[in-house]
């Protein structure tokens, strides 16, 4: 029990929030670059501009983090933050007005 206790502090998520502008053709590319450079990292989209990466402990999440931080865009707003896996599972989800089924969510993101 004790082990299992450690782990949801030990195991990270990092969670990436963006809001890149979209303006011109040549905004729209370095917007889709920097989505497709973190999905190769591993992120998964959770909400149109919110991907998240599981990772077995904060230093897994510091490369990561590193990673996101090499590609970041010249412009608009990206903000990067890490949580424990204990936190992530106190996450509320909601479709509409109706509560989500609580679900476990290792490694693979399966929310939608």
């Known amino acids: 029990m004790k082990s ?4 949801a502090y030990r195991i990270m998520w ?3 929030f963006f809001d890149l502008p979209t303006e011109t053709k040549k905004e729209r590319k370095i917007y889709s670059d920097f989505r497709k450079k973190i999905l ?6 959770f ?3 919110i991907y998240l990466r ?3 402990s904060m230093q897994n999440a510091d490369v990561h983090i590193k990673r996101v931080k090499k ?3 010249e412009k608009g707003h ?3 933050m890490t949580i424990t896996d204990k936190q992530f599972g106190m996450m509320e989800i909601f479709y509409g007005k109706k509560l989500a089924e609580p679900q476990n969510i290792p490694q693979q993101l ?3």
């Open 71 to 73: 590609v970041l865009p």
């Open 47 to 49: 909400q149109f501009s």
């Open 78 to 80: 990206i903000g990067i």
């Open 54 to 56: 599981h990772c077995s």
């Open 110 to 112: 399966e929310l939608f």
């Open 40 to 45: 190769q990292d591993g992120f998964a989209m």
């Open 14 to 16: 990092v969670l990436v």
């Open 4 to 7: 299992s206790r450690l782990n």
